[in-house]
């Protein structure tokens, strides 16, 4: 089973960058669609991001894109989310998420979370 665990949260001003990682155990990464998503108090959970097991397709929420990139090194095991240009709006909760290979990494629901890092945006 794999286990995920997400770092790299914390405190910005609008317009800064913040890097999160996610490092993974218990499984080698590159047999898994990787994602992030985040969730806000009071807001849905939203997909922010997507990428294949080998990393030659990745995927945005319109909300973030040209802003979040998302990468992997699967010889590390671990998955990032590079975020430029924050704003307020990004202030959530963000989870690594994982979900086994031979599927759309786009549309296919992921049932293995990490506990997620803060990120908070302020004006």
């Known amino acids: 089973q794999i286990h995920l665990v997400e770092s790299g949260g914390g405190s910005v001003q609008a317009g800064g960058s913040l890097s999160l990682s996610c490092e993974a155990t218990g499984s080698i990464i590159a047999y898994w669609c990787m994602a992030w998503f985040r969730q806000a108090p009071g807001k849905e959970r939203e997909r922010v991001a997507t990428i294949s097991p080998r990393g030659d397709s990745a995927t945005y929420a319109e909300s973030v894109k040209s802003r979040f990139t998302i990468s992997r090194n699967n010889i590390g095991n671990r998955v990032y989310l590079q975020m430029n240009s924050l704003s307020p709006e990004d202030t959530a909760m963000y989870h690594c998420?994982?979900?086994?290979?031979?599927?759309?990494?786009?549309?296919?629901?992921?049932?293995?979370w990490g506990q997620g890092t803060q990120v908070t945006v302020s004006s």
């Open positions: 998420a994982a979900a086994r290979a031979g599927v759309d990494c786009q549309s296919t629901s992921y049932p293995d």
